[in-house]
């Protein structure tokens, strides 16, 4: 019996997710709900193979309804310590961080 190969497994995984992820970008102006179920497909196969999605990519959809976020479609409020983005189809609010940057002091 063949033994799984688990990093071949997870590069294909990833790979995947960034593809679905840019086709979701692509077709959210054209049809939403397809744009949707892109994301909902890159969301099981980073869960199942354990592959993290990059923030940058996390940030452009809704975590609760999993629609990509369009034009007209989310709010961006930026308050002292995190910026909340607010989707509009479901109310669901992301908060995230943002950190001062660090000043290297060594004594």
Do not use: H, Q
Not at 88 to 94: A, D, H, Q, S, V
């Amino acid at each position: 019996m063949l033994r799984r190969d688990k990093k071949r497994e997870s590069r294909i995984a990833r790979e995947r997710v960034f593809y679905l992820i840019k086709r979701a970008e692509e077709w959210k102006n054209i049809d939403y709900e397809l744009a949707r179920r892109y994301v909902e497909l890159a969301r099981k196969i980073a869960m199942r193979y354990r592959v993290r999605i990059p923030r940058e990519l996390k940030a452009t959809y809704c975590k609760k309804c999993l629609y990509p976020y369009k034009a007209g479609k989310f709010r961006v409020r930026v308050r002292k310590s995190r910026v909340i983005i607010t989707c509009l189809n479901c109310g669901f609010e992301r908060r995230i961080p943002i950190r001062p940057k660090r000043v290297n002091r060594k004594v």
